[in-house]
């Protein structure tokens, strides 16, 4: 077997995926000697990426079948792999004591079977562990076992011998492949749990690295969720395409480094998407085409070049949600960025005490302007409503009345605006019908003008009259829903951010690859309301805006290069001068 190579012409093949209709074949499936010896594995994050529902990737399959036999598949799959894990081996700081290699009922268990013996065949001490549960297995599975012949191989039985893992041990996951979807069972769950507890044992020092073959076993590869037990990987080898559950929810936490081999199927998936027949397909953008994306700034422009935004919402005790929207708007570069209050409004008459500064004044940010509502509307471009808002009486005025000014000022009128919705204008929106017949008269009205909602799942259960768990559940499809029904881009935040348009036919729908948990802090989603309205008013769509906002957002809290961790904690402040430093530094890196 040939140690990993590094990129060659196959990977140059595995084409980024923004221009489907230039990734056409170069070669044919029918190339086997090309698909068993050199492999073309690519790091997720680096270039675009298209992602699959299992649904799709069966589909993909199945074709491919219809090319080359699903024996020589499950050989390119496994030699492939085999490659890469010596490739890790060879770059470990410690002679590798123990590979372990599990192999489970399905198809799965027939790529681990193919690792095995090849790793073997590498002169690597290799023990093969067996999860049929009685069955045979397929026609694949069974030859891929029958070739498990190597004197290094050792074979072991659960239940019949002790699986004891040395540290610094390897183990080849080939438990379950993207047909595990429920919790795992039987003896599949015991000997997660206990190569689970085992490593908790070992430690740091002893650490033990497990490598995914396809997805991690345990983890549901479109929704992302694990029921149950999970078997943790610091790599992921996944093969044909990537799948949606791998970039989000406890998918984020369980495939360690993500990096995909096509195995040729590029072609076909590039030829179902042109045709029409795989439906919408998910991207994860790279960083090279996230900066593409980004604005240029020319010397010529000025302050009412680069968008005026007005932030509205801050009702008593809220307003610094309305204060981090305007502030992150004001560093990612709008041109001038006001605020309207609710905490002042029918505040106005002299005889009413307003508390501390009035009107109110950001002392740190003594740039950001303050304007009652009406003037306010004149004088943005771009209006972020929401953030503090609150969903009183008084709130759903506002709004009505915010609705009602920019209904007034329609086609014949002066001004339109672009909108970012957030928080409880949400909030009302899902609660008041009359609210979301004006929102759709407005998109109606003015569908040049470009609209983001930004609802995290809770809100955007309440605006899909439905649950957080029916949303997590599908995450691709409740931000098309959302898109759809709101006639806007719907950015679906968490784990995996989702963003989606509304164009028919076909849906454009991204996964966000950055972020983590330290984005989980009070006021992180307003930062990242201000952000997408900034670049907004900086010329960018409404789906770009959207989805470069969710990216730099993410970025703030990932490690900067030379930095080895990323952030595990942090607070909405901090996140929003972290973005803005990355966006400077991205804008100065496209400009040289
Ligand atoms: N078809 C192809 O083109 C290729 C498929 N490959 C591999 O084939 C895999 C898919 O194979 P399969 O369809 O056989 O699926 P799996 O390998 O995921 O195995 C499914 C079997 O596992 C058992 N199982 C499912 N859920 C379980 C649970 N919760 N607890 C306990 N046991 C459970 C059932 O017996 C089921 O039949 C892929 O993930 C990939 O690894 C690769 O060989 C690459 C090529
Ligand atoms: N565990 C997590 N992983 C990735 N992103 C997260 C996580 N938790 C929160 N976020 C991000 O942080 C932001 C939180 O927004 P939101 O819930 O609206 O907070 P707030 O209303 O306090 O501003 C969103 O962009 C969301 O995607
Ligand atoms: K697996």
Known sequence: MHPAKPADSLQQQASPVTNPSQALPQRNLNTLPSLLEAAAWQPAHQQDWLVLSVEQVRQVEHAAFREVASYILMQAAGQRSAQKIMDLVQHLDHRCPQVVVLAGPGNNGGDACVVANALAEQGLPVELWQFKGGREGSADRQKAE???????????????????????????????????????????????AAINAQREGLGRTGHVHVVALDCPSG???????????????????????????????????????????????????????????????????????????????????????????????GQHGMVGAAVLTARSALLMGAGRVALSLLAEHGHSSPDVQWPGTRPFLDLNFPEIMNKPLQDNCNFAEILAVGPGLGTSPEAQDWLDALFDEALEHGPLGVKKHHWVLDADALNLLAEHNRLKTKWLKLRKQSPECHAVITPHPLEAARLLNSTVDAIQRNRPDAA????????????????????????????????????????GTAGSGDVLTGAVAALLGQGLTSFDAAACAVWLHGLSVNALPGENQAHRVSHASAIAQRMAQHYNQLLQQGTR
């Open 146 to 192: 029958a070739g498990c012949k190597h004197p290094n191989l050792r074979h072991s039985q659960w239940g019949k011998t002790t699986l004891q893992l040395k540290p610094g041990a390897l183990v080849v996951d080939g438990l379950l492949g993207i047909a595990g979807r429920d919790r795992p069972k039987g003896p599949i769950a015991e000997v997660i």
């Open 219 to 313: 983890l549901d590869c479109d929704t992302g969720l694990a029921p149950g037990e999970v078997l943790a990987a610091d790599l992921t080898l996944t093969y044909i395409a990537a799948k949606t559950g791998l970039f989000m929810s406890d998918g984020k936490d369980v495939c360690g480094e993500i990096w995909l081999d096509t195995l040729h199927c590029d072609a076909l998936i590039h030829q179902r998407i042109a045709q029409g027949t795989l439906g919408a397909v998910v991207r994860v953008r790279g960083r090279l085409s996230q900066m593409q994306r980004l604005p240029r700034r020319q010397h010529a422009q000025h302050k009412g070049s680069f968008g005026s935004v007005a932030v509205l919402g």
């Open 480 to 519: 098309r829903e959302l898109a759809r029904q709101f006639d806007c881009v719907a950015v679906l935040k968490g784990a995996g951010t989702v963003i989606a348009a509304n164009h028919s036919p076909a849906t454009r729908i991204e996964i966000n690859g950055t972020g983590g948990p330290a984005l």
